[in-house]
């Protein structure tokens, strides 16, 4: 029997694409909402979306949101290395994806720790993963737009 | 006594307690020993004890005047309108409550003490939360906990987007408009000051000296230590007096430890509460709901490990 692909652009598999879309979609979103912004530029006063003005509810969100990506991710990882590797490669545009990815979530797993009770890290390195964290993403965003513009795919057929 | 037992304690753990113990002549107050830097201290406040003479308030004032903030005028002018321009710079005299000039105040309350009434004051400051959401939920890093258990703002790197207010269970950070790092990058768009609040004299604790407010207090109201020590104190002062305590487990627990003869449910019915005036109710962790998926997050991988192999499982049964 063939094997179908757990890749994100392909159709078979468009339910994983969706939630990674939502997720990363909620994960930026709530993201931004740590910074007070969307208060001060009339977004939080959009109706339904006054929770973005509520630090601890979007706190709360991006943790959920960020629940789902590591489980997303450790499942898409897997699922290439034990079923789609001999038949699939990622590209070049996916492994930059890939690694900014990578990077957004080694520096979120250090706030989240950061957060614990207790868990207390040197003030410029929590300086520095502020900045990566959100320099990151900010970067990640770009190269994603480029990447859905030019039609570049996370993968390839081998 | 008590405060002497408290310095005793509060110096325990310094390196050169011995000898700066030994040089000093003026118990605790300008001993040459550095605390142990790793101990949270707490400070425990017997309010009982306090007369609102406001000697620590002018004390705060006086040695903290060098961190006061010195805005630049005019400011620049804000996008959109609706950001508010906060600026005490007019205002520095204000003591009756939290400003950016004023890390301290007095707070006062009628309640009825054995049958008779009477007035209550108390210390109002910052709390120094042993999880501080303030710090926690910054979101440049500006504000920090130090080792010892303060929490405190730095006003090089705080852009004064007053979120540590917001999350803070008691609305302790206050803004100054006009000064701070935002006014190099985008000050109409990005930024809006600096915040400020009481530090605790993290220099002066840094160099073996007391927070001033403990110094000048001539009721010995407050008195420092390691929070476990603190605490112990706190209970039993709450049981000599049949007293109630405030601050133990307010927000999971603080590093500022009321012990009052009346209830504090009593005392926050009749302070003033409002802007620069905070309120003495009960506060629930405002960090465990995060917190909580904490477990989730770390148990997602095997999750979706698990659904991977499930379904390699699942196709290689098909197969045969």
Not at chain 1, 114 to 127: A, D, K, Y
Not at chain 2, 137 to 151: D, K, M, V, Y
Not at chain 2, 197 to 202: A, G, N, P, S, T
Not at chain 2, 279 to 307: E, F, R, S, W, Y
């Amino acid at each position: 029997m063939k094997v179908q692909p757990a890749i994100l652009s392909k159709a078979p598999n468009r339910s994983v694409r969706y939630v990674y879309l939502i997720t990363v979609f909620f994960l930026t979103l709530t993201g931004f909402g740590q910074m007070p912004i969307f208060k001060r530029y009339y977004i939080a006063d959009i109706p339904g979306l006054g929770w973005l003005a509520q630090f601890y509810v979007t706190h709360y969100i991006h943790y959920l949101a960020a629940v789902l990506i590591l489980a997303l991710v450790s499942y898409l990882i897997i699922d290439y290395l034990i079923l789609q590797k001999k038949r699939i490669r990622l590209t070049a545009s996916g492994y930059v994806r890939g690694t900014i990815l990578a990077g957004i979530l080694v520096s979120g797993i250090f706030l989240v720790l950061r957060n614990l009770s207790g868990g207390r890290f040197v003030p410029e390195f929590i300086i520095f993963l502020d900045i990566a964290h959100l320099g990151l993403v900010m970067t990640f965003l770009i190269v994603a737009g480029y990447c859905m513009v030019r039609k570049r795919r996370w993968v390839t057929q081998r | 006594m008590g405060q002497k037992i408290s310095r005793r304690a509060f110096l325990r753990g310094g390196i050169a307690a011995a000898a700066g113990l030994a040089a000093s002549s003026i118990p605790g107050a300008s001993a040459a020993a550095a605390p142990q830097e790793k101990t949270q201290l707490a400070t425990l406040l017997d309010i009982s004890k306090c007369v609102g003479c406001e000697a620590c308030v002018e004390a705060c004032s006086e040695v903290n005047a060098d961190k006061y903030p010195q805005p630049k005028k005019p400011f620049p002018k804000m996008y959109p309108k609706r950001v508010p321009v906060e600026d005490w710079s007019e205002k520095q005299d204000v003591t009756e409550r939290l400003t950016p000039y004023n890390w301290l105040f007095i707070q006062h309350a009628i309640v009825n003490v054995n049958g008779e009434e009477q007035e209550i004051t108390l210390p109002r400051r910052c709390m120094h939360c042993v999880n501080p959401p303030c710090v926690k939920l910054c979101p440049w890093g500006a504000a920090r906990q130090l080792e010892n258990g303060i929490s405190r703002i730095d006003s090089d790197i705080c852009l004064g987007g007053s979120k540590c207010k917001k999350v803070c269970p008691w609305d302790v950070p206050q803004r100054q408009t006009g000064t701070g790092l935002y006014l190099d990058i985008l000050p109409s768009f990005a930024g809006n000051g600096v915040m400020y609040k009481c530090d605790r004299c993290y220099n002066r604790i840094a160099e073996g000296e007391l927070p001033a407010c403990i110094e000048a207090c001539p009721e010995d109201v407050q008195t420092i230590g390691p929070r476990d020590e603190i605490i112990q104190k706190a209970h039993a002062l709450a049981k000599e007096i049949n007293g109630y305590i405030y601050g133990e487990n307010e927000n999971v627990g603080t590093n500022t430890i009321y012990v009052s003869p009346v209830p504090f449910e009593a005392l926050n019915k009749t302070i003033e509460k409002g802007k620069g005036k905070p309120h003495l109710k009960p506060v629930k962790d405002t960090m465990a709901q995060a917190n909580n998926l904490t477990t989730a997050m770390a148990l997602a991988p095997v999750a979706g490990i698990a659904a991977a192999v499930g379904k390699f499982v699942k196709l290689t049964k098909n197969r045969q």
